[in-house]
């Protein structure tokens, strides 16, 4: 994005309304700049400035206040060139280890719904994460486990590190000797293809499941449901998950009955958000994307502020969502740590 060029004191004028409006919610009047930031010039001199910064696109006047406010390409400037990223407090750091590390479950989505949740506590944003894309990635090898006699579990180990499990219903108790039996047909048949390509040619890779006579019945489920044992269920709209939207309705932004009639319908629905995440690039470091930017007028309101996270060979995006009027610093800094422990957890 091409910004017009700004004076020294039109930079620090700029910076000094975004803190002011991200602290307090309220249009930034001159007085409030001079006595709260000690700018060293008059309250007239920052009006003037104000007004300068308002004709070139960075502020905008509220017909209600006399104070004014920062526009997307003021947050767009703020977050490539003004803020000043600072560490993690040891408090955040400290909460978000705990809470990852805590139980629930190792899985990928398990590890990620605990993220998404500390994130939406500590940012007092909506917390988000995508899970990585694993249609394309190979079996690298299957194991059944009884969890009771009418039920076992399958464990995918995928080529990279990630591990699936999906459980499996039967009618009747499986002998032993059947479940190794099965285990070494489906490895045989199956280990080394990707999953999209289990789920197309499964029935043609086990169209003799009747050789296998103590493993018949369970071959036949795998052939029954193989669509649904073998998809990947982050391929879709679950492969969002979001933590504690009450954070968001709690800010000024929300404050009427339309803005928080659109939050609960941006929140209920998955499909629009989890599209968007998606098609952001999965790339290192932090991504930032600001109103407009998102191309959506459904989000024209939010930020969304990202992180790649890795999983072995495999990568996806953690996050959060809010007004653009977000305390950019923290939410960056938290982010970005957030995303190396998942990454530490899922290696």
């Known amino acids: 994005m091409a910004f017009q060029e700004l004076s020294e004191r039109e930079r620090r004028v700029l910076e000094a309304v975004i803190q002011s409006y991200v602290e307090t919610a309220e249009p930034a009047g001159s007085r409030t700049i001079s006595r709260r930031f000690g ?4 309250p007239a001199t920052i009006r003037n400035t104000m007004s300068d910064l308002e004709e070139k696109g960075y502020l905008y006047h509220p017909h209600t206040s006399a104070g004014r406010v920062p526009t ?13 990223v600072t560490p993690i407090a040891s408090s955040d750091r400290d909460r978000l280890a705990e809470q990852l590390a805590a139980g629930g479950g190792s899985t990928i989505e398990a590890i990620l719904r605990r993220a998404a949740q500390t994130l939406s506590v500590l940012t ?6 995508v899970g990585p894309r694993l249609d394309q990635t190979v079996l690298h090898r299957l194991e059944l486990v009884r969890l009771s006699s009418e039920r076992l579990v399958l464990v995918l180990t995928l080529r990279g590190g990630a591990v699936r499990t999906i459980f499996v219903e039967v009618s009747e108790q499986i002998a032993d000797n059947a479940l190794a039996e099965v285990s070494v047909v489906l490895n045989e048949r199956l280990a080394g293809l990707t999953l999209r390509e289990i789920r197309s040619s499964l029935a043609a890779r086990l169209r003799d499941a009747n050789a296998i ?5 369970l071959l036949n489920i795998f052939l029954q449901e193989g669509e649904t044992i073998f998809d990947d269920p982050l391929r879709n709209d679950e492969s969002l998950v979001l933590g504690q939207a009450s954070v968001l309705a709690e800010q000024p932004e929300f ?3 339309e803005k928080m009639r659109r939050l609960i319908a941006l929140t209920e629905s998955n499909e629009h958000l989890a599209e968007l995440l ?8 932090i991504s930032i994307t600001i109103g407009n930017e998102h191309g959506d007028p459904r989000f024209e309101n939010f930020t969304i502020v990202t992180s790649e996270y890795r999983a072995g060979s495999l990568a996806g995006v953690i996050g959060v969502i809010g007004p653009t ?8 800094a938290i982010v970005a740590h957030t995303s190396r422990l998942v990454s530490d957890l899922l290696d």
Do not use: N, W
């Open 39 to 42: 700018l060293g010039v008059s």
């Open 255 to 257: 404050s009427s009955s």
């Open 278 to 285: 998606r098609r952001r690039p999965v790339t290192p470091g």
């Open 72 to 84: 997307d390409i003021a947050y767009r400037l703020y977050v490539d060139s003004l803020m000043h």
């Open 213 to 217: 006579p103590s493993g018949h019945e």
């Open 325 to 332: 009027r977000m305390p950019y610093e923290k939410v960056v």
């Open 124 to 129: 007092q944003e909506l917390g988000m994460a």
